[in-house]
């Protein structure tokens, strides 16, 4: 016999309750729906109801203490499940009216969007030193010069660009293509598997664009803890058991968390991944300013393994050119969907590339920046030792750090012109610790002052 609707079950329970609104939701209605009654696991039933349309748009929600009242948990559980549904962008929230639904929509970037606006000193997103960028200028001239670009190319690919990055591949991918940059390949990567209500496996702290992709497709993140070597072995089998489509890892350098995967903890993931059914998406931004050791799951797995790679903060943000290798039944199926819409990136930008990642002079100036970025790194993290605060990782653009005040803290820095961000938008659910990420790619003499600031917060 076919079960009735949820939004059937629902209403007639609702029909039990004399002049209850037709908008809004009875606690006990819809405490019949949920099983998992941890904070998790609210918020994931409640998601996956909104986006299955059972619970439509403009529906209230019962409040915190009716709610918590119907499920017997505390009101704590039910203000983090909440919480994590606003997070998502599935609900909104104020004192007046309770908690709405919004529907489940294409978020469209609502986590990066949320980083602060520019200020006097930005340092809420890495961007690029100007001055470190090797010059674009006579590359490009090149390429234009060497290029047939009155004309469509005959491949999306430039074969001078694949003749370069083929050697330094880190395992034989079955495949390759090129993309609009990095976060462009994610993207494309989940159009191809990801279907509504798939489990992605990611980073604890993960960059927010990525936690942006993994929303828009209506997936679930599966986050796993990581130290700075990596993902834990237990925290990654723990997440496997959830059974995902995808692991979408960030290395070295494009991880906010600042871990680098070292070779010993590859090697221990490994048996764990091995002849499951789960596709590893490897993004490895900035590789280039990278002062760590290259590692790979897919030096390992590589017939389930596709590579991220990126150049713009190395080489220049215009240069919007990624590159995807490995799985060839999903990078064909990318390359495909590209050439029907005419959506990859320019050959003149690709051939210029080429060029410039063989260059000698070029080679010297992201030597440079590789050794400045360092630098600047290692004493903003200095700098907040000093004044009692344990940033995380080892190597890349951004310093993360637990502060317990975090409101507070970004606060007084925006109001003396400095711009940092909050860690929310980089965590999947959170744990109840306040974070702030400090990107550490600018010159500047503010270290001190944000770290004196930032050991004030935290110290309440």
Known sequence: MPQPRITDQLHRAADAVPARRPDRLHASALALMLTDRSARGIADRLGHLIYSGELGQGLHLPTVRALAAALHVGPTTIASALAQLRQRGLIHS??????????PGRLAGRRYASLPARVRLDLS??????ALLPDLAGPMAEAVLGTHWRSY???????????????SWPFEAEDFTVTSGAHDAVHRIADVLLHPYDRVVVEEVAAA?????????????????????????????LALTTRPRMLLFQSRMASPHGHALSRRRAQALVPMLADRDIVIVEQDTAHELA?????SLGEYLPAQ???VRSWNKSHGPHLRVGALAGIRRVVSRVRARQKATGSWPSVLTQRALAQMLADPQAQAAIRLARTRYRQRRRRMVRALHEHGLAPTGVAGLSVWVHVRDAPTAIRSLAADGIGIASGTPFVAYGDGRSHVRIATTLHH??????ARILGEAHRG
């Open 94 to 103: 104020d004192r007046r009216h309770g908690s709405v639904v919004r529907g």
């Open 125 to 130: 997103t890495a961007f690029p030193d100007p």
């Open 153 to 167: 190319p005959d491949d999306t690919v430039d074969p001078h660009l694949a003749a370069v990055l083929d050697p």
């Open 209 to 237: 664009s990525l936690l942006d992709i993994v929303e828009d497709h209506r997936a679930q993140a599966t986050p796993v803890v990581c130290d700075d070597e990596g993902p834990l072995p237990e925290a990654l089998e």
């Open 291 to 295: 002062p760590t050791p290259d590692v």
């Open 305 to 307: 393994t596709l590579l």
């Open 445 to 450: 003499d503010q270290h001190t002052h944000i």
